[in-house]
């Protein structure tokens, strides 16, 4: 087929084949460039792709996919510029963003520190209360929600086969469970 003969619509087709075709490698790719910082960036591709498709022209975007077959090279060249550019529209719309940013330190809203008085600064000692809240934010998918109804929420055991439609006996062994780690986890305050 001729590209003269193609409407906008066909070649936009042969485009998106064209990119399913290839994007499981383009995602390889991305995580590769990205390399450990993968966590960081994991947008690039999806980035890079907008920018292609959004401002590159459909015949040249025809040429570069269908023609020419080299989406994969195109992309991955992308990707590698867009991250290490400092010039980069990467760089300007996302990266710089997170690069900058540092977080608040707890001792920053404390009044005593941005007051100047350093001696009165102390570090608050947590109790088993904190303790337990704080290792029930960190426990799994399973065991915070039961833990959270159960104990926090007042839910007994038949309201939460209700709710999550776990038996008896099993909701038992996972409130169980999460009670243990929640121990482990807090043992100096036992």
Same mark, same amino acid.
């Given at each position: 087929?001729?590209?003269?003969?193609?409407?906008?619509?066909?070649?936009?087709?042969?485009?998106?084949?064209?990119?399913?075709?290839?994007?499981?490698?383009?995602?390889?790719?991305?995580?590769?460039?990205?390399?450990?910082?993968?966590?960081?960036?994991?947008?690039?591709?999806?980035?890079?792709?907008?920018?292609?498709?959004?401002?590159?022209?459909?015949?040249?975007?025809?040429?570069?996919?269908?023609?020419?077959?080299?989406?994969?090279?195109?992309?991955?060249?992308?990707?590698?510029?867009?991250?290490?550019?400092?010039?980069?529209?990467?760089?300007?719309?996302?990266?710089? /963003?997170?690069?900058?940013?540092?977080?608040?330190?707890?001792?920053?809203?404390?009044?005593?520190?941005?007051?100047?008085?350093?001696?009165?600064?102390?570090?608050?000692?947590? /109790?088993?209360?904190?303790?337990?809240?704080?290792?029930?934010?960190?426990?799994?998918?399973?065991?915070?929600?039961?833990?959270?109804?159960?104990?926090?929420?007042?839910?007994?055991?038949?309201?939460?086969?209700?709710?999550?439609?776990?038996?008896?006996?099993?909701?038992?062994?996972?409130?169980?469970?999460?009670?243990?780690?929640?121990?482990?986890?807090?043992?100096?305050?036992?």
């Amino acid at each position: 087929m001729n590209e003269y003969n193609l409407t906008d619509d066909e070649k936009r087709d042969m485009i998106n084949i064209a990119i399913t075709k290839h994007y499981p490698k383009m995602l390889k790719d991305e995580k590769q460039i990205t390399s450990y910082n993968y966590h960081l960036y994991s947008d690039l591709l999806s980035f890079c792709m907008e920018q292609f498709l959004i401002k590159k022209d459909i015949n040249y975007q025809y040429k570069v996919c269908v023609e020419d077959d080299a989406i994969l090279n195109y992309m991955g060249r992308a990707m590698s510029l867009n991250l290490r550019s400092s010039t980069s529209p990467y760089w300007s719309h996302i990266r710089r /963003d997170s690069y900058n940013f540092r977080g608040l330190y707890l001792a920053e809203s404390d009044k005593d520190y941005i007051s100047g008085n350093y001696d009165i600064i102390q570090e608050q000692e947590m /109790d088993s209360q904190d303790c337990v809240l704080q290792a029930l934010e960190q426990l799994d998918f399973y065991h915070k929600p039961l833990l959270t109804d159960y104990y926090l929420n007042g839910l007994n055991y038949s309201q939460l086969n209700k709710k999550y439609g776990i038996s008896p006996n099993h909701l038992k062994k996972a409130i169980d469970t999460g009670i243990s780690i929640i121990k482990q986890q807090c043992k100096q305050f036992i």
